[in-house]
């Protein structure tokens, strides 16, 4: 028998799971030949489907970086997918690794580099008492890519949408052409509808990433509503699904991050101005544009995300020979096209 450890933990509600100890290091040359090579794995299919995992999860496979300017990599597993980026599981995992001693806590502030598939990102943990109380990510650079495009979805008639990077691929959607609030008990309803918005972007639209070779499909739709304003601070309520059909709790930071690409491009928010992103529970990150750069000639943005990180348990996960489902298994009622 062969015993996997985790810590449990989440960022603004969203589930993200770190596997800490147990794991053998797969081979490869660069994190994103490993995060490739592990997309359609047993371990990938040990790790999320029932009765080990579920749809609400998603977990970070910690290792050694290989790009040296890192000092840990990760490789995220959502449930569809294993994007180049996460802003919610890169706060989990540096909140794991300091807050179970992997990585030295400096107080009141510790930065570390984090070596995910897209690239190498920047973290400043706020600490105290052991604790971190903030994690604060320099995230890829994000960028636009079409805006107002006519899209025709089955069921749903024509929407106008955007499209954008923030870390992966997003079809943005105003949730009012829904007739939608991006309440909590709205939550099956936006997944559904943005599962067939992706799979219509997915068939109408294309989507490239100038240097991820590998990112040729859109991976979420976020549903936005306007951005309000409170205490001369812009905020927006917005809902992103996760293929093949779940909310995500949290702001999602490389939503905030396309979504700051698309504001900034539309000239309503300027670099350095705070932009807060709210979920569907009413989590928030706090946002800004940190910077401008370029993506293989196309004009981007340094986005910032700043959120907090809650251990809530410690699991083992026991990989047994007798076990019937080595791999797991999907049912319709939890797993939409299981």
Same mark, same amino acid.
């Given at each position: 028998?062969?015993?996997?450890?985790?810590?449990?933990?989440?960022?603004?509600?969203?589930?993200?799971?770190?596997?800490? !100890?147990?794991?053998?290091?797969?081979?490869?040359?660069?994190?994103?030949?490993?995060? %490739?090579?592990?997309?359609?794995?047993?371990?990938?299919?040990? +790790?999320?489907?029932?009765?080990?995992?579920?749809? =609400?999860? @998603?977990?970070?496979?910690?290792?050694?970086?290989?790009? !040296?300017?890192?000092?840990?990599? =990760?490789?995220?597993?959502?449930?569809?997918?294993?994007?180049?980026?996460?802003?919610?599981?890169?706060?989990?995992?540096?909140?794991?690794? +300091?807050?179970?001693?992997?990585?030295?806590?400096?107080?009141?502030? *510790?930065?570390?580099? +984090? !070596?995910?598939?897209?690239?190498?990102?920047?973290?400043?943990? /706020?600490?105290?008492?052991?604790?971190?109380?903030?994690?604060?990510? *320099?995230? +890829?650079?994000?960028?636009?890519?079409?805006?107002?495009?006519?899209?025709?979805?089955?069921?749903?008639?024509?929407?106008?949408?955007? *499209?954008? =990077?923030?870390?992966?691929?997003?079809?943005?959607?105003?949730?009012?052409?829904?007739?939608?609030?991006?309440?909590?008990?709205?939550?099956?309803?936006?997944?559904?509808?943005? /599962?067939?918005?992706?799979?219509?972007?997915?068939?109408?639209?294309? =989507?490239?990433?100038?240097?991820?070779?590998?990112?040729?499909?859109?991976?979420?739709?976020?549903?936005?509503?306007?951005?309000? *304003?409170?205490?001369?601070? %812009?905020?927006?309520?917005?809902?992103?699904?996760?293929?093949?059909? %779940? &909310?995500?709790?949290?702001?999602?930071?490389?939503?905030?991050?396309?979504?700051?690409?698309?504001? @900034?491009?539309?000239?309503?928010?300027?670099?350095? !101005?705070?932009?807060?992103?709210?979920?569907?529970?009413?989590?928030?990150?706090?946002?800004?544009?940190?910077?401008?750069? &370029?993506?293989?000639?196309? /004009?981007?943005?340094?986005?910032?995300?700043?959120?907090?990180?809650?251990?809530?348990?410690?699991?083992?996960?026991?990989?047994?020979?007798?076990?019937?489902?080595?791999?797991?298994?999907?049912?319709?009622?939890?797993?939409?096209?299981?």
């Amino acid at each position: 028998m062969h015993v996997l450890k985790l810590v449990n933990c989440h960022a603004a509600g969203e589930v993200g799971d770190v596997i800490v !100890e147990g794991l053998e290091v797969p081979d490869g040359n660069s994190i994103r030949e490993i995060a %490739k090579r592990l997309s359609d794995s047993p371990l990938r299919h040990f +790790l999320m489907n029932e009765p080990r995992g579920g749809l =609400f999860r @998603h977990r970070n496979l910690l290792l050694p970086a290989i790009d !040296e300017q890192a000092d840990f990599a =990760f490789v995220i597993f959502e449930p569809d997918d294993t994007p180049p980026m996460s802003g919610s599981n890169c706060i989990c995992v540096a909140t794991v690794l +300091l807050e179970t001693g992997r990585f030295p806590m400096n107080e009141p502030e *510790t930065v570390l580099r +984090l !070596e995910a598939p897209g690239g190498v990102v920047e973290v400043t943990a /706020s600490c105290e008492n052991g604790k971190v109380t903030a994690v604060r990510l *320099t995230n +890829l650079p994000s960028f636009v890519c079409l805006r107002d495009v006519p899209l025709e979805v089955p069921g749903i008639g024509q929407l106008l949408v955007d *499209t954008a =990077f923030g870390g992966d691929s997003f079809v943005l959607v105003d949730a009012r052409q829904l007739g939608l609030s991006l309440a909590p008990e709205e939550g099956s309803r936006i997944a559904g509808l943005g /599962s067939r918005i992706i799979a219509a972007a997915n068939e109408q639209i294309a =989507f490239s990433h100038p240097e991820i070779d590998w990112l040729r499909h859109f991976a979420f739709c976020k549903m936005t509503l306007p951005v309000r *304003t409170e205490g001369g601070i %812009k905020v927006g309520r917005q809902c992103v699904t996760i293929q093949p059909g %779940k &909310t995500d709790r949290s702001p999602t930071g490389t939503g905030c991050s396309a979504r700051m690409a698309l504001l @900034h491009a539309r000239g309503e928010l300027e670099v350095g !101005e705070t932009f807060v992103g709210e979920s569907i529970i009413g989590s928030r990150f706090e946002c800004r544009i940190s910077g401008t750069t &370029t993506v293989g000639g196309i /004009s981007a943005v340094v986005p910032e995300i700043s959120g907090s990180g809650f251990i809530t348990g410690t699991q083992e996960l026991w990989i047994r020979e007798d076990d019937p489902f080595p791999t797991g298994y999907r049912v319709t009622d939890t797993w939409p096209g299981g």
